[in-house]
């Protein structure tokens, strides 16, 4: 791994995430690991479903085992008797006995040891984003965070997930305190600085503060990353099932399978209910062609008889005879006929499923090259820092990437 650092003149920059009460970790000596239970994610409120599979997929790459609620934290509270609860306002005690009340009631195995609620909400509309963590055998809140994000902020849904997956582990795990080599380096950055040129230099960074807060992030720009489902295939296929969507409102999960290649393996359910059906019509097809050429025989042999009788409707000692025979050639051509059409028509409707199978292909495939396109940009994000830099003459910020 190799660590890319520049330079460059201050810009905005956005604002992720505030802390409201983070808990510290000083007394997590007894904290629940991921082995002593799972975690219980319960229903976000607002348009939080994304910011909800995020957080758990932050979780599980730690290595807890997260099960989620089909509740949210208000309509949970309100089953214990906790009246006028709300996201906002539900306390510590409230918590716990929604704990009880859920371990209880699922009988979970392993039992639930924190449970995880929140909301989304932008500042546009004048709302905030807020998520909390609390531990059910402590009876404690270790994260609590919000924010108000504006609704074209694409750094918050990235940085919020991990900030809570990290200020969970490192409840459970407090990071070592600082070593003294740590505190000289910390006391050297400052030697040789007066009060008024440190005063001068938090009164810079306060500014700084202030532009990025008032400066939102824009869109991302993807136009230089490309897709090539052949190649990009083993890096984004899954090993596992496809992840079912609990309300449409959730993501779809267009990860390829590894099992099915490069081709199949980017096909989403709606394909393979296509090809079925194609694959009906072409069948139903076949069987009626068939059906048709075999009625063709027994109409040939019904005219063969006619022709063979002599018989005639204008001779009336022939006309019993030239009407039995008739028929028969009448009703052997009827059914044949209509084996015919039948086959036509299952033919036709073969060929319109399979323009319909062609276009849901095709559907999938580019929704995963935009998938594919989108986690590489975000992956290039995630592997982003960025902070404010001061040295004597120059005031700016660090990149830093790691690839």
Known sequence: MGLLCAAVTLAPLPVLAEPAAAAPPAESAGAPKPADGQVGLMRFGGNGNELRVSIQQNFEEAGFIVKGVALD????????????????????????????????????????TYLIFGTYGSSDEGQATRVVVFDLINNKRVVDYSASPSSDDLILPLMLPRAVATGVNDYVTPPPPITPEEEKLIAELDAGLTA??????????????????????????????????????????????????????????????????????????????????????????????????????SYNTAVDALNASGATASNPKQSETYTELASEVAQAGSDYRSMLI????????????????????????????????????????RNLQVGPVFAQGFKGAALGFRF
Not at 235 to 256: A, G, I, V
Not at 356 to 366: E, F, G, H, M, N
Request: overall charge positive; aromatic content about 6%.
């Open 73 to 112: 934290i208000a309509t949970a509270a309100g089953k214990v008797s906790c009246k006028g609860a709300k996201d906002d306002s539900v306390t510590d005690e409230c918590l716990s006995k929604v704990g009880l009340w859920l371990n209880k009631k699922g009988k979970q195995q392993p039992p639930y």
């Open 196 to 297: 008024e040129e440190k005063a001068a230099q938090e009164a810079e960074l306060a500014g700084v503060e202030n532009d990025v807060r008032s400066n939102p992030t824009g869109p991302i720009g993807m136009d230089g990353i490309a897709a090539n489902l052949k190649l990009d295939h083993p890096k984004f296929c899954r090993n596992e099932k496809r992840k079912k969507r609990k309300s449409k409102d959730d993501p779809k999960d267009l990860r390829p399978s590894c099992k099915l290649g490069p081709f199949f393996g980017y096909w989403q359910p709606r394909a393979w209910v296509a090809l079925g059906l194609t694959a009906g019509g072409l069948l139903a097809t076949g069987i009626l062609y068939s059906a048709g050429l075999a009625r063709r025989g």
């Open 342 to 381: 039948g086959g036509d028509i299952a033919l036709a409707s073969s060929v319109v499923l399979f323009g319909v199978l062609a276009i849901i292909v095709y559907q999938d495939r580019t929704e995963a090259k935009g998938f594919i396109r989108q986690e590489k940009a975000l992956a290039g994000l």
